[in-house]
């Protein structure tokens, strides 16, 4: 059973940094991981996704403030956000994908409007507020 457990949010003024993590057991099936938010009243979308071997893929709207990782000893993911915005305020959410993907079908599995077709398993979420 695949479990995944986000932590790390909070609140924040905007410029400010926050690192979100998440701790994954039982997965082993697949090989990619990302972070999707979900804003108020907004659709799931996707922010950062990763696969095991390191290749990453990123939203344009976080490229060059965010940075996903892992540490796959560890089996943990991790989001670190730099110069937060109040439009990056949204609960958080951990994901990982079941099946095995090809690294340039990452950026199109981040950006899929289907999200749950790609990304199988899904943490509680941790909310991320940041103010003006």
């Known amino acids: 059973q695949v479990q995944l457990q986000e932590s790390g949010g909070g609140s924040v003024q905007s410029g400010g940094s926050l690192k979100l993590s998440c701790a994954a057991s039982?997965?082993?099936?697949?090989?990619?991981m990302g972070w999707f938010r979900q804003a108020p009243g907004k659709g799931l979308e996707g922010v950062a996704a990763i696969l095991r071997d390191g290749s990453t893929s990123y939203a344009d709207s976080v490229k060059g403030r965010f940075i996903i990782s892992q540490d796959n000893a560890k089996n943990m993911l991790y989001l670190q956000m730099n110069s937060l915005k109040p439009e990056d305020t949204a609960m958080y959410y951990c994901?990982?994908?079941?099946?095995?993907?090809?690294?340039?079908?990452?950026?199109?599995?981040?950006?899929?409007?289907?999200?749950?077709?790609?990304?199988?398993?899904w943490g509680q979420g941790t909310q991320v507020t940041v103010s003006s």
């Open positions: 994901a990982a994908a079941k099946a095995v993907i090809a690294g340039r079908e990452l950026r199109a599995w981040l950006l899929a409007s289907s999200i749950h077709d790609q990304y199988n398993f």
């Open positions: 039982g997965y082993s099936s697949g090989n990619s």
